[in-house]
């Protein structure tokens, strides 16, 4: 069993900043994958940052220069820096885990970025 906490979501000015947590706790492999994907109401979710345990990386085009994905392996936790946020970054953020092969999803947390 696999469980994912986000916190750090909220509201904040565009030009603003915000950092996301995720804690994973549960049956932990030592080898995994997490990261953020973020979704709005009527449109597929979409992959923001994600961070392998050996620190490899992957960056969505629109966020590259902005976020900052990071991981504390010893505490399973993941946490992504939203630097210079936009009103397009509005959403709802899920921290996702992927170990043997399945996906673990968080429950979601909203970023909302007024103008």
């Known amino acids: 069993q696999v469980q994912l906490v986000e916190s750090g979501g909220g509201l904040v000015q565009a030009g603003g900043s915000l950092r996301l947590s995720c804690a994973a706790s549960?049956?932990?492999?030592?080898?995994?994958?997490m990261g953020w994907y973020r979704q709005v109401p009527g449109k597929q979710r979409e992959l923001v940052a994600i961070?392998?345990?050996?620190?490899?990386?992957n960056y969505a085009d629109s966020v590259k220069g902005r976020f900052t994905i990071s991981r504390d392996n010893a505490k399973n936790t993941v946490y992504l820096q939203m630097n210079s946020l936009k009103s397009e970054d509005t959403a709802v953020y899920y921290c996702k885990l992927v170990q043997y092969g399945m996906d673990h999803w968080g429950q979601g947390t909203q970023v909302t970025v007024s103008s």
């Open positions: 961070m392998s345990t050996g620190g490899n990386t």
């Open positions: 549960g049956s932990i492999r030592s080898i995994n994958v």
